[in-house]
Nanobody, 125 residues
Framework: QFQFVESGGGLVQPGGSLTLTCTISAFILDYSAISWFRQAPGKEREGVLCMSSSGEVTNYGDSVEGRFTISRDNARKTVYLQMSGLQPDDTAVYFC??????????????????WGQGTQVTVSS
């Protein structure tokens, strides 16, 4: 069983920045893609960014283009979501997810077996 733990969420003013962290219980990043998803209040969960095992980044939505960045530290079993220029529409619970052994990014959430519990990001003045 794999565990994914997100952290780093909080309250931030519009235009501010946050970095979310996803810590994984095993060394899977060398052979697994990992994605960030988010779910805003009253909305369906949506994909944000994904990084394949080879390091290729897939952007699932235009709304975060140029503002959000995904990175990872395989040795630390950690994936980051660096967010800047945050807006109220970015308010959501953010999740990391992966299926160990699946190297490519998938948009379909049903392709992801392991999920973290999520971390709340609130953008408000």
């Amino acid at each position: 069983q794999f565990q994914f733990v997100e952290s780093g969420g909080g309250l931030v003013q519009p235009g501010g920045s946050l970095t979310l962290t996803c810590t994984i219980s095993a060394f899977i990043l060398d052979y697994s893609a990992i994605s960030w998803f988010r779910q805003a209040p009253g909305k369906e969960r949506e994909g944000v960014l994904c990084m394949s095992s080879s390091g290729e980044v897939t952007n699932y939505g235009d709304s975060v283009e140029g503002r959000f960045t995904i990175s990872r530290d395989n040795a630390r079993k950690t994936v980051y979501l660096q967010m800047s220029g945050l807006q109220p529409d970015d308010t959501a619970v953010y999740f990391c997810a992966s299926t160990p052994g699946r190297r490519d990014c998938r948009r379909d959430q049903s392709d992801y077996v392991f999920w973290g519990q999520g971390t709340q990001v609130t953008v408000s003045s």
